[in-house]
């Protein structure tokens, strides 16, 4: 298979290179918005095995390994120094030319009224498309039915260690337990749940956002629970919310409480008063993703807020510092009431009275840092049980020095309230590599994944969440019971991507994280009682079964096979539902068949076993034939005469030719297009 380019003049051009005679392309100037880095796409391995479809569930065959190891690369998006107190009408004028430009630059700049002329001449030719089409639509033009759920309710998909199937999930976005060990859960795409013991259950499925970045249970009365919209992991796909919503009932039904504050940003982090169920504290950044350019109105200033009326009205105690874009975390000491937040690429402060006024606590980490030269997120935690002085806080995060050097993330402590900080880890000498070593645990992506947690009641424990180390398997979770001495890894076959961890706060042996793949619990702070037992000794517990929360990003459907449906998943995959049951009371039974990322799946219409799809960056590829959707890891990328050097968008956009399905076109900031899809070898 072989990828022409072509003009992007309107669609008037590429009519004339549907003949044939290819255009030359005409290239946009440099977007404002890089939602990711250029990553190196990891080759194909050979042999053709694949998991095959037996029987209705998918068996290994030897030597079956996914193209991607998974995503890489949310890397957050250009800074928005226009944000807080920025010129509102240059913001718009920069828009207005921005809009003009990707549609008149190039190596042959157009005017405005040339560009128009040629839009309406593609618009004209895409009626006449439209009304050469032969077939007659065979299904109602409006449809009158209620929607149903059809899963997947808990994704199945193999693990990256041990090869087991096991179920996944979406996106987590906050957790918390309550006294009764009533679990919780913030969905990043998908609202809030509940565990009923033996099951989840939706509880917001009406309310106007369903993107959660934070949840707090009220210490003195936990039928109070709090909840913050907007997911805060910066990531491309981290949607903006409305606002608090508040239960007064454990969680079981919601109501939105903040009137018109935090409209369009993103809630990182509530904390409760101990003792005042009606005192709380939000921390407020960027949403990313859909409207998220604009500077927030007056109600929605980023920083650090607080409310004394149960989250009915609000008052800005910090605002964010100019260009910072948000607080990325906040803490509360239940002894003294002193508050500790972090803003984003800025610094960690803290509070003696009650955030009046706020102090820089940087003694001790690391000072020729330049943190606003890689965005640096921290995750900070806070200890402080009523038998000891002070407060023990961790902090993790990654760091540019002022030389331009990289240093991975590390993980710092202070024993004395913020006044000075220590160093835990250290990179391993040499290059070797331990398997024990928490540093470099959020890897590069500790804008997006980077969580540290200390158990409240005993400042020894604490866990530190981030990516998972495809290099050497496992990992992206850690823990140290002796206050960060030591650390035990976590992860085997644990999905990657970590962002949340929460205690039982009647018994912190009970714990429960979320990742990219849903949630775990253990009853044993994880398993692993010393670094002595395999890595396979943990001991989570999968809850993902009936947790319906795939983040989509496409779906397909073919009608020939309509009980078959494909979907492209953020961090899940392309998955597949065959239209049976499969033994699950829940929903239909859905596969991740191809690994890490899915983007835009897609389905040939009259013979549904050439299925395409993507993983992020410029990577198309094309099931096997033979397989047509019932193998695991049998697609083969299709990407010869594309420039894998293009600038793209995290998921590449492309489309078929319904009226000839062996003519695909694929966008970077130039267009492609292939007119041999079905060719017999997929390196042609």
Not at 365 to 379: D, E, K, Q, V, W
Request: with cysteine.
């Amino acid at each position: 298979m072989r990828y022409r380019k072509l003009g992007l003049l309107g669609l008037a051009s590429s009519a004339k290179a549907a003949k044939g005679r290819a255009k030359k392309f005409v290239e946009s100037r440099p977007r404002w918005l890089v939602v990711g880095l250029a990553v190196a796409v990891f080759a194909a391995v050979g042999g053709g095995t694949a998991f095959a479809v037996l029987g209705g569930f998918p068996t290994k065959r030897p030597g079956s390994k996914p193209l991607v190891s998974s995503e890489f690369g949310k890397q957050p998006l250009a800074d928005d120094r226009s944000g807080e107190g920025g010129d509102e009408g240059s913001l718009i004028l920069q828009r207005d030319q921005y809009f003009s430009d990707r549609r008149t630059a190039g190596s042959t700049p157009l005017d405005i009224s040339q560009a128009g002329a040629l839009r309406a001449q593609a618009a004209l030719q895409g009626k006449k498309l439209g009304h050469r089409r032969s077939l007659s639509p065979s299904t109602p033009t409006t449809f009158a039915d209620a929607w149903s759920p059809i899963g997947p309710s808990g994704l199945r998909q193999p693990t990256r260690d041990s090869g087991t199937v096991i179920r996944v999930s979406g996106r987590v976005g906050a957790l918390a337990i309550r006294q009764d060990g009533t679990r919780i859960l913030g969905a990043a795409g998908g609202g809030i749940w509940v565990w009923n013991g033996t099951s989840w259950v939706p509880k917001t499925d009406n309310m106007p956002s369903l993107h959660i970045g934070a949840l707090a249970v009220a210490p003195s009365d936990d039928n109070v629970v709090y909840a913050g919209t907007g997911e805060g992991a910066l990531s491309g796909d981290s949607y903006f919310g409305n606002g608090i919503l508040k239960s007064t009932d454990g969680g079981n039904t919601w109501s939105h409480v903040s009137g018109d504050y935090f409209y369009g940003v993103s809630i990182s982090r509530i904390v409760v008063d101990p003792s005042n169920a009606n005192h709380l504290y939000a921390a407020t950044l960027r949403g990313r993703g859909g409207v998220r350019r604009t500077s927030p109105v007056q109600h929605s200033r980023f920083g650090i807020w607080e409310s004394t009326d149960g989250g009915a009205t609000w008052s800005l105690l910090k605002q964010a510092p100019q260009g910072t874009n948000g607080a990325t975390d906040l803490e509360l000491d239940p002894q003294n009431g002193d508050l500790y937040a972090s803003f984003w690429h800025d610094a960690i402060y803290k509070s003696t009275n009650g955030g009046a006024s706020w102090k820089t606590i940087m003694n001790g980490l690391p000072a020729n840092a330049n943190y606003a030269a890689g965005l640096t997120r921290f995750s900070i935690s806070l200890s402080h049980p009523a038998s000891q002085s002070q407060a023990t806080l961790y902090a993790g995060f990654d760091w540019y020095g002022n030389d331009g050097t990289y240093h991975q993330s590390e993980v710092f402590k202070s024993t004395n309230a913020g006044g000075s900080w220590s160093q835990l880890s250290q990179p391993d000498p040499n290059g070797t590599f331990n398997k024990e070593n928490v540093s470099g645990y959020c890897a590069g992506q500790c804008f997006y994944d980077n969580v540290i947690e200390a158990d409240p009641t005993n400042p020894d424990v604490v866990f530190a969440g981030g990516v998972y180390d495809y290099a050497h398997g496992a990992g992206g979770i850690f823990r140290s019971t002796d206050g960060g001495q030591t650390w035990t890894n976590l992860g085997y076959d644990q999905h990657p991507d970590f962002h949340a961890v929460a205690f039982d706060p009647a018994n912190t042996q009970h714990v429960m994280i979320g990742s990219d793949g849903g949630v775990w619990y253990s009853t044993d702070l994880g398993g692993r009682s010393s670094t002595s037992t395999p890595l396979s000794a943990v001991d989570w517990q999968d809850l993902n079964r009936s947790l319906s929360t795939t983040t989509f990003t496409s779906i397909a459907t073919n009608p020939q096979t309509p009980s078959y449906v494909w979907g492209g998943s953020q961090d899940n995959g392309t998955e597949h539902t065959f239209g049976t049951d499969l033994g699950s009371t829940q929903a239909l039974s859905w596969f991740d068949l191809f690994s890490g990322d899915g983007g835009q799946v897609m389905v040939d219409p009259t013979d549904s076993s050439y299925i395409y799809g993507t993983y992020y960056g410029i990577s198309p590829y094309r099931d096997n034939p033979a397989c047509g959707g019932f193998c695991f890891f049998s697609n083969q990328y299709i990407r010869n005469g594309i420039n894998l050097s293009d600038r793209s968008e995290f998921y590449t956009p492309w489309v078929m030719n319904q009226d000839n399905p062996n003519q695909l076109f694929l966008g970077t900031y130039r267009l492609y297009r292939t007119d041999n899809a079905k060719a017999r070898s997929a390196a042609t």
